[in-house]
């Protein structure tokens, strides 16, 4: 079982920045390739942005541009930071592999862009 732990959401202005970050036990990172999903109030949750241990990254089209997936060093923390947050991206944000691990769901972290 891997664990996974979800922090840095907050109450944000539409236009600002937040930086979430997700640590895991294991070195689940560098076997697989992980995701950034979130789930908006009464909508399925989906994939974000998606990133190997080899560098690659792909993102949704609605964040492209704006949201950046990393990782420093060999630290079992990897990061998504989101600038020019809207308000359509209100949402619990969580991580997992990619494809997830469906028994392995942290808590999240909410993230409310609003004025």
């Known amino acids: 079982q891997v664990q996974f732990v979800e922090s840095g959401g907050g109450l944000v202005q539409p236009g600002g920045s937040l930086r979430l970050s997700c640590a895991a036990s294991?070195?689940?990172?560098?076997?697989?390739?992980m995701g950034w999903y979130r789930q908006p109030p009464g909508k399925q949750r989906a994939l974000v942005a998606a990133f190997t241990s080899g560098g690659s990254t792909n993102y949704a089209d609605s964040v492209r541009g704006r949201f950046t997936v990393s990782r420093v060093g060999a630290k079992n923390t990897v990061y998504l930071q989101m600038n020019g947050l809207k308000p359509e991206d209100t949402a619990i944000y969580y991580c997992?592999?990619?494809?997830?691990?469906?028994?392995?769901w942290g808590r999240g972290t909410q993230v409310t862009v609003s004025s």
């Open positions: 997992n592999t990619d494809p997830a691990r469906e028994n392995d």
């Open positions: 294991g070195t689940i990172f560098s076997f697989y390739r």
